[in-house]
């Protein structure tokens, strides 16, 4: 099947079925704003809108990160798929067959195959790791170890947990006698190759296997725990070409439901808490896997919820690593509450213990908010027997209060410091309010000291400043580029006068591919055009052209004016050089040199001031 396209027809027929504002409104709350509807960006962390999708031209783009393109290109930014996946969703969902062909113009899908083959490569070893715990000697012990943590056979059935046993290579040969090829078993971080010889092992051996499957339900990775001694006490497979830790959270493809029937996701650890909380019926968790918490996996969050709840561990580490998940949850917009654990003890552990309805009904739903967290966890930190550090955290205590935009919410923690620690409440009271003018102070620093891409008011002062810094040549290739996309007659025109010699090189490329695409017989269709922009640098040039204020003048004349900026840049440049050819020739005291080089200069000079008449 290699070399296998998909047929433009189908793709074009993909794009026009879905609107585009219906299909980013399900991951983004749009406003209208004039023709455009704006939302804060799913692809970073941002707190004033700079995420725009134009409904006339079926197309997205942020100001913020540049990213851009068409319906289907926000597909396979949101979802992480390739191309031929974000085809395949799209085209499910509008009830569109999925044809393949040899066509020139379509989009190879080798690599899908490769995808699908390693994913069909992991459900067999699901199913072989299950089956091995559940029905042979070898998983007894793995078997016994689970249910003494308390996990039942549902659960280990819902979770297909199973067993890698110790031997070396019974997973390799177990796929390579269903002619799965081993260097794509190795791609897939299923098996490595030995370092001294020739042939294959098992990554996993001798551990309880967690299967790690994607959004969707596919199977494209493990987390295995070790049996008695050994380190690492838990391995993961390496990252892939479908696998990364930093994107991936645990158990995702079983809460969706959940989360969005609860309108809230609670944020575990490891797998382990995961599987022991869908025991208390709390089925809306998920948990980083091996890694600590990055803004990619908050930006997979929020696209699934708008509150979570932090359920770490009770001790230091677990208390610490809360603290610091706060603010990065905040940033892109999640509310965020904490669940409180005994000192020292997991959500596992707890539950053990307490029992499910302990942890679902002490724990789960009495979350403090970050205000109370912060002021738990300062308080750890201080020995309030001792003057000293009693007055420290009362300071800590305030400035956290101070954080709160409510006076209300203020008010009711500082009467509680104020009774607790027997000190004036209008103290209290104007010690927070010097500490909020101390962090607005600093907010208006950083606001008047960088340029924020996140201000909708900078965006426009950034587009007003960019028509007359940036160099005439330049304004005119991105004006000239902005109508020819819009506009079949124009670009046609252009082609005539000027062919592709724009002076920036993606400025040419994308002239290039307008004018093959116009030559094909296509309309002026900027999202269809898009498409065929295989080079992401390229699609998010041209959709950052086309977003654009197209409401500048535009007639004849004035296409002919920027044709000739643009064609006056190579000999412009070329006189530039001459100069400090000419310069140095004087400075070295070469006299007929420098001559010849202005007779040029003035040659150049008379042919640039002819070409413009």
Known sequence: MAGELIPDEVIDAVRNHHDIVEVVGKYVHLTKQGKYMKGLCPFHSEKTPSFTVTPELQIFYCYGCGKGGNVIRFVEEM???????????????????????????????????????????????????????????????????LI???????????????????????????????????????????????????????????????????KNGKAIAFGGRIIGEGQPKYLNSPETMLFTKSKMLYNLNFARPAIKKAKQIVLFEGYMDVIKAWSADVQNGVATLGTALTEEHCMLLKRHGDEIIICYDGDSAGQAAAYKAIPMLERVGLKVLVALLPKGMDPDE?????????????????????????????????????????NQYIVEAVKIVAELDSSTEREIHLKELAKEFDISLDALKQDCHEFRLQQQNLKDQRDNNQFSWNNGRNEKRKTERSSTVLPAYVNAERRLLNVMMRNRDVALAVHEQLGDAFNIPNHEAIAAYLYAYYASGYDADAARFISTLEDEALERTATELLMMDGGFPFDEDIMNAWIQDIQKVPRLREIEKKKEQMMRAERAGDAILAAQLGIEIISLERELKNSLR
């Open 79 to 145: 979802e992480g798929y390739t191309f031929p996946e974000a085809v395949r969703t799209l085209a499910e969902d509008a009830g569109i067959p999925v044809t393949w062909s040899s066509n020139v113009g379509g989009h190879s899908h080798d690599q899908d195959n490769v995808r699908n083959k390693i994913i069909e490569a992991h459900e067999l070893a699901v199913k072989f790791y299950h089956y091995i715990l559940n029905n042979t000697r070898q998983g007894d012990e793995a078997k016994r170890y």
């Open 350 to 390: 707890y539950i053990k213990s307490h029992g499910t309805d302990a942890f679902r009904y002490e724990v789960i739903e009495q979350a403090v908010s970050i205000t109370k967290f912060k002021l738990i966890y300062s308080r750890k930190n201080h020995i309030l027997s001792r003057e000293e550090d009693r």
């Open 148 to 214: 003494e943590r308390g996990l039942t056979d549902k659960l280990i059935d819902q979770f297909m947990i199973g067993y890698a046993p110790g031997d070396w290579d019974v997973l390799t040969r177990f796929l390579m006698n269903r002619e799965f090829d081993p260097k794509l078993l190795e791609k897939g971080g299923l098996i490595s190759a030995k370092n001294e010889a020739e042939g294959y092992f098992d990554r996993f051996r001798n551990r309880i296997m967690f299967p790690i499957w994607d």
